[in-house]
């Protein structure tokens, strides 16, 4: 359905296993051209570039993933929390771009290959 109320809901009641797909971020144009495709699921240990709002410009790793609440949190973007401590601030992955991928995993690694 297109829908937007339907749309809303699936991404709500999403079983973590259609989660991932949710969870995908575009690649940067030198990884585009390597592996051929737009974008990759985000995963702990990439390297991303924010596109969006006040930390826009910010590259760092991925320290942390949510597949509950579809965001994930980047290295240097930080809030300031009442007491002036410093909070990360959890970031929608369409807001980034992937830079660097964590290759560590060996069936990523396989997957990616695919479009080559």
């Given at each position: 359905?297109?829908?937007p109320r339907k749309q809303r809901?699936?991404?709500?009641?999403?079983?973590?296993h259609?989660?991932?797909g949710l969870l995908s971020a575009p690649l940067s144009a030198e990884l585009r051209s390597?592996?051929?495709?737009?974008?990759?699921?985000?995963?702990?240990?990439?390297?991303?570039?924010?596109?969006?709002?006040?930390?826009a410009g910010t590259e760092g790793l991925v320290d942390a993933v949510d597949t509950g609440r579809y965001r994930i949190v980047v290295e240097g973007v930080t809030i300031?929390?009442?007491?002036?401590?410093?909070?990360?601030?959890?970031?929608?992955?369409?807001?980034v771009q992937i830079t660097k991928l964590n290759l560590k995993d060996a069936?990523?690694?396989e997957k990616l290959a695919e479009g080559r």
């Open positions: 359905s297109k829908q809901k699936a991404r709500y009641t999403a079983p973590l259609l989660r991932s390597e592996y051929r495709r737009r974008s990759a699921r985000v995963v702990k240990g990439d390297t991303v570039k924010v596109l969006r709002g006040d930390s300031p929390k009442a007491d002036g401590t410093d909070m990360p601030r959890p970031i929608d992955p369409s807001n069936k990523r690694v």
